[in-house]
């Protein structure tokens, strides 16, 4: 699924709007579409299937576990569209 980068982009040119910002000066002229490239990557493994990225083989057989640790992540809070990210 591809994202709507123009819907995105207008709906963040209302949003500046919406706080008062003039979305034509200078400093803000690309943003709604620097935003809807951002949001196209952040969110371009939304509807992955995790299972093809988590399966790992290994070549030789152990009888114990395999520790994996510091794994970065990023990821979208749902509940205000704002990035996070940490170390699991």
């Known amino acids: 699924m591809n994202v709507d980068k123009d819907k995105i982009e207008l709906a963040i040119k209302m949003i500046l709007e919406a706080v008062g910002e003039n979305p034509e000066r200078e400093g803000l002229l690309d943003t709604p579409k620097r935003v809807a490239k951002m ?3 952040v969110f371009s493994g939304l509807h992955q299937d995790p299972q093809q990225h988590l399966q790992v083989y290994f070549s030789e057989e152990y009888d114990q576990y395999v520790l ?4 970065n992540f990023h990821s979208m809070c749902e509940h205000h569209l ?3 990210f940490g170390k699991v």
Do not use: C, G, K
């Open 82 to 84: 704002l990035p996070f």
């Open 39 to 41: 949001y196209e990557e």
């Open 68 to 71: 994996v640790q510091d794994i």
